[in-house]
């Protein structure tokens, strides 16, 4: 424990700008019972960046989006978006969970799922006009879903489910996008539009974190790369962080020599 | 039928408010899958009743008045609901074991208490078993206003809180994201459950108002959907569990209402399980039968086409009454002809799933489908052309 960095310490540091920085995480620490899923882990995701937040599984990769977002509580740490509390910054962020953190029998229809990204407009009693679902057939067009706007979103398949998701996302025209895993269990057909849109968001200047699980995509997909083990092992542009030494570092030895030499940067 | 007087009239109405705003209510803790803790809340209030009573008896009043027995069991559910989302919270109890123990424990006092008023010297028939089961017997007016009034405003709040305890019961992780306090609404949406309770004692009881919460929701599951919709026929069923149960129970006031409007919404609940449409039991029946002879007429047809023997019981029926075959098993002039075109259909299908970039049209492959639905003639043709003579590889 003694060497180990105290959790908030940098954060306490009151000169830092961080105005420009769509997501800033500072000692940061989360724990389910008494042992941290995540420790004093530190993140500054830059402006346009399409990060991925990479890690063997239980690094605690999906619970440090959670725990940055507030859906569930932190130990310690600081979070800003836009430098500023994420309390206040709600509208200019969005969150796409895992598909399987939700119970795709219940009884509603694709379309009102997208509406859902649409809440802090329509707020408690708004009614739902008809420029609300012209924008969220939008949303649904631009992930390749507009013929599905009334299915019940049981009779979708796992890939059309993740679309919707990231439909939903798109209606709350946000400018910090946060993705759990939104490549994992998707047909080929889907990762591919999933990809377009993703790109399509950073190229009008929006920021785009993913929790990835994927390596041999992630110098395709992705600008930045942060390497998570519990604690942060390494962060920074693609070609300089994703190397064979990072990765053994992070994944230790579960991921054999070849693999890592066929996946790493250079 | 029922000749009802002003009164008993009144209290029909009152029911029937009552049990819509149970549905509708009921629909949110349905949807949330916390219908279990209304239960936990039901049980609760028995010893605020019972305290209640003692409490305003030894203040010399009458100790029966319906708002002070409200009053004494909103606070003691509020206690339970309360120690269940906290033995959830610090323990290592799950929500079920905690329901369980605080259930029984406040059931358990509450019938210490009311053993206690039988034995207190006022010596008065409290009338407070009625609670339990529900009773319509001896019901003032006021009671019914009183009633008819809660249930509305339970109504009302519920419509001004619905979008937000819709998406928390969807996908709470997003709910969390654009800031909605997820423990907040889900108190919100135990408060009202815990309103429509407290309401609903003296009409339904407390052993069964669970009932009229969950039976409406689960019963409009089948007939819809969507959400809202859901809310709403279940609202409808609970009004009328509520009204015609009530109903009922005044003619013969030997029996409990809880009981008769717990049966009446169960008899909906059952005709909507069997027969709705799509999703009701005898749907589901019809369309597996339907779906297992389609199979078994395919399969039959493409061992016709390549000259093989039909074995299966069921298939050689269905291609006999289709006149396919005939009792010999051999095929008819229609069956040699359909058989050929299932061979060919599925030669095509072959061809387009071996074929590369064809993924979302070979993708309705389910082994039923004519390739006509899903491929132009144009494209047909152009598999055509690339087909080799013969039977399937």
Known sequence: MTQLKLAAQEGAAPVEDLSDIPLAIRGLTVSYGSDPAVFSVDMTVPEGAMLAVIGPNGAGKSTLLKAALGVIPKLSGLVTVYGQPIASQRRRIAYVPQRASVDWDFPTRVIDVVLMGLYRDLGLLGRVRRSHRDQARACLARVGMEGFADRQIGQLSGGQQQRVFLARALAQAADLYLLDEPFAGVDAATEKAIVTVLKALRDEGRTVVCVHHDLATVTDYFSHVFLLNRRKIAAGPVAKVFTQQMLQAAYGGRLSGGQIDRIAAS | ?393
Do not use: C
Not at chain 2, 276 to 286: D, E, K, Q, S, Y
């Open chain 2, 1 to 393: 039928m029922f000749d009802l007087g002003y009164n008993a009239s009144l209290v029909a109405i009152g029911a029937g408010l009552l049990g819509l705003a149970a549905g509708v209510t009921g629909t949110f803790l349905f949807l949330r899958k916390r219908a279990l803790v209304s239960d936990a809340i039901s049980h609760s209030t028995l010893p605020g009743v019972a305290l209640a009573f003692i409490v305003m008896v030894s203040f010399g009043g009458d100790g029966r008045s319906l708002v002070g027995l409200m009053a004494g069991s909103a606070l003691s559910a509020a206690a339970g609901l309360l120690a269940v989302g906290w033995l959830t919270r610090r323990t290592r109890l799950a929500e079920d074991a905690a329901i369980g123990v605080v259930l029984s424990v406040f059931f358990g006092l509450g019938i210490v208490l009311l053993t206690v008023i039988q034995a207190m010297s006022a010596g008065r028939q409290a009338g407070l078993e009625g609670y339990l089961l529900g009773s319509t017997a001896g019901m003032l007016r006021t009671d019914a206003l009183i009633i008819a009034v809660g249930g509305a405003l339970v109504l009302a709040l519920v419509a001004l809180l619905r979008r937000m305890l819709i998406v928390t019961a969807f996908d709470p992780e997003f709910a969390g994201s654009i800031g909605i306090d997820t423990g907040r609404a889900d108190l919100a949406m135990m408060g009202l459950v815990l309103a429509v309770t407290v309401v609903g004692l003296k009409i339904v009881g407390l052993i069964l108002i669970v009932a009229l919460l969950i039976l409406p929701p689960v019963a409009a599951r089948f007939w819809s959907d969507r959400a809202g919709s859901v809310a709403l026929i279940a609202g409808g069923i609970g009004g009328v569990s509520g009204a015609v149960g009530a109903m009922l129970s005044v003619s013969a006031p030997a029996l409990p209402t809880g009981p008769i409007i717990v049966l009446v919404a169960f008899a909906i609940f059952a005709m909507s399980m069997l027969f709705a449409p799509r999703r009701g039991v005898v749907a589901a029946l019809i369309r597996h039968l339907s779906f297992r002879n389609r199979v078994h007429l395919r399969q039959g047809l493409l061992a016709l086409a390549q000259g093989q023997p039909v074995y299966e019981a069921l298939t050689r029926r269905l291609l006999r009454r289709a006149g396919l075959i005939r009792a010999d098993g051999v095929a008819t002039g229609a069956g040699t002809a359909q058989a050929a075109k299932a061979l060919l259909d599925e030669r095509r299908w072959q061809w387009l799933r071996a074929s590369e970039g064809t993924g979302a049209a070979a993708a309705r492959y389910d082994g039923l489908t004519p390739i006509e639905t899903v491929l132009t003639a144009d494209q047909i043709a152009r598999i055509d052309s690339q087909l080799r003579p013969g039977g399937l590889v």
